[in-house]
């Protein structure tokens, strides 16, 4: 799994550590809607549950990518912020991209920079 985080949006580390929390837990709900992604989900529970966070410079180079995983298949949640403490609500601040193919999440995400 891969957490993509926003990098020109203001965010305290405990908020940065909040939306990666809220993509995981959302990104896993969401295998249990099919046999496959459930399978997939099992995998990665069985060799640890990795997770790698990364960055990306703005909402419109994040959407990009949602577009692209979506399209290869991968599971996707990106995630809008309720607006109750640092940002307006709706702000887009993060993407969990995953559980699956290492090769397929690397194929797109491997020029992003360690958050």
């Given at each position: 799994m891969?957490?993509v985080?926003?990098?020109d949006?203001?965010?305290g580390?405990?908020?940065?550590?909040?939306?990666?929390?809220?993509?995981?837990l959302?990104c896993?709900r969401?295998?249990?809607?099919?046999e496959?992604s459930?399978?997939m989900?099992?995998?990665?529970?069985k060799?640890?549950q990795?997770?790698?966070?990364?960055?990306?410079?703005?909402?419109?180079e994040?959407?990009?990518?949602?577009?692209k995983?979506?399209?290869?298949?991968l599971?996707t949640?990106v995630?809008k912020?309720?607006?109750?403490t640092?940002?307006?609500?709706?702000t887009?601040?993060?993407?969990?991209?995953?559980p699956?193919s290492?090769?397929?999440?690397d194929?797109?995400t491997?020029k992003?920079?360690?958050?």
């Amino acid at each position: 799994m891969v957490i993509v985080v926003r990098t020109d949006i203001s965010m305290g580390k405990g908020k940065v550590g909040a939306q990666c929390a809220h993509a995981a837990l959302e990104c896993c709900r969401q295998t249990l809607n099919s046999e496959k992604s459930e399978q997939m989900f099992q995998s990665w529970l069985k060799i640890g549950q990795p997770k790698v966070v990364l960055r990306i410079q703005n909402e419109e180079e994040l959407l990009t990518l949602v577009d692209k995983a979506k399209d290869a298949g991968l599971i996707t949640a990106v995630i809008k912020d309720a607006g109750r403490t640092q940002l307006k609500p709706g702000t887009i601040t993060a993407v969990g991209i995953g559980p699956g193919s290492n090769e397929v999440i690397d194929s797109l995400t491997s020029k992003l920079r360690l958050l």
